[in-house]
Structure formats: structure tokens, C-alpha cells
């Protein structure tokens, strides 16, 4: 209940995945938030060292947004704390964790949603969900009826792909339209969901 206006205006404005793309808001906002704070808050960045940072995919996305300084100052507390309390055995990652509720609660909504027969209308006519998001919303269907609908919503939003990846084989990247040149990184999406484009 508490994204249903959010998974609303996104399942009708999107090609993607819903659910990654508020995702991926959420970590950019998260990560932008984070390098701003870590530049001056010494608290911040020992605890951030305490916990080992952040998990690869995160660390990779911090060190893209935030400029070199705000970089060097957090790896001088994490390095420092580490020589000085041997800290960071173990990767807490906050941005995850962060976003693993969000996650939760986005796949909660968007299954009870899809008990609604003017939201599945929606939902069939979108781009659809990644195949990891289509999995955790199968197991939280409270009907096989609806699992089952899941799983062929799915193939024929997939098979709506098809025309511009078939074109995309002969078509130049400039004589290709805006369809036609995302077509391939909705498809990958599908697979892997938001990590396959990263901030």
C-alpha cells in the first residue's frame, strides 16, 4: 500500500522493469546522499569502515558518483581503521540493506496489485519485470492462477521485444530508432535486472 501510486505511474510510464527502476532511483539517491555525508562526517566514515564499506557492485557506483576527494577521505578512514582495529572482515553493506527493504516492500505491493483485474490490464500492456522480479513475485501470488498468468504475461511482453532485436541485426545504431537501440539493453534487463546498467 504504501508504493501503490509509485508502481502506478511507473508500470505505465516504463519499458523496464518497474521494480529495478525504482531501485535504481533509490540507490543513486541513497549513494548521492552517502558521498555527501561521508565528506563531513568522521562518525560516518568510521562506521562505513567498521562495516567494510560496501558490497563490490556499490563500491563501484559510490566511486563513480563522488568526485576523488570524497573518495581518498573515506578510504584514509577505512584504511586507518582497519591498521588500527583490523575491521572489515565481513561486508555490512548499508546500501543493500537499504535497498533490500525497498525491494521487499515494492515486490509486497506490486503482488497485491496484481490481484486487481484493472492493474493486470496495466501490467500485461508494460514492459513487464525482470526474470528475478518475475520469480519473487511468483512466490508471493496467493494463487497458482495468477503465478501461471505471471509466466505468460512474461513471454508474450518478451515476445513484444522481438521486432527491434530482429531489426537491430541489419540496422545501423544511427539509422536504428530510439526503440530499436534500447531494445537491447531492455533485453539484457530482462535477464539481470538493474544491475545490467549499473548509475
Avoid at 591498521?83 to 537499504?98: K, S
Wanted: hydrophobic share 40%.
Amino acid at each position: 500500500m504504501e508504493y501503490d501510486d509509485l508502481l502506478h505511474r511507473t508500470v505505465q510510464s516504463e519499458a523496464r522493469c518497474p521494480l529495478c527502476v525504482l531501485m535504481e532511483d533509490r540507490e543513486f539517491e541513497v549513494i548521492s546522499q552517502l558521498q555527501y555525508t561521508v565528506t563531513r562526517d568522521e562518525a560516518v566514515r568510521r562506521s562505513i569502515a567498521h562495516e567494510g564499506g560496501f558490497c563490490d557492485f556499490h563500491f563501484r557506483q559510490f566511486r563513480k558518483i563522488a568526485n576523488s576527494e570524497t573518495n581518498a577521505i573515506l578510504l584514509i578512514t577505512m584504511v586507518n581503521e582497519y591498521v588500527r582495529h583490523r575491521w572489515a572482515t565481513n561486508i555490512t553493506c548499508r546500501i543493500c540493506a537499504d535497498i533490500a527493504r525497498l525491494e521487499k516492500g515494492l515486490l509486497d505491493d506490486l503482488a497485491r496489485l496484481l490481484h486487481l483485474v484493472a492493474f493486470r490490464h496495466l501490467f500485461a500492456e508494460s514492459g513487464g519485470v525482470c526474470l528475478g522480479h518475475l520469480s519473487s513475485l511468483q512466490e508471493r501470488c496467493k494463487s497458482d492462477e495468477l503465478a501461471m498468468w505471471l509466466g505468460e504475461t512474461q513471454i508474450r511482453q518478451m515476445e513484444r521485444l522481438m521486432p527491434d532485436l530482429v531489426a537491430m541485426r541489419t540496422l545501423s545504431y544511427f539509422d536504428a530508432t530510439h526503440s530499436q537501440r534500447s531494445c537491447i539493453v531492455r533485453v539484457v534487463e530482462k535477464y539481470v535486472g538493474r544491475k545490467a546498467l549499473g548509475l
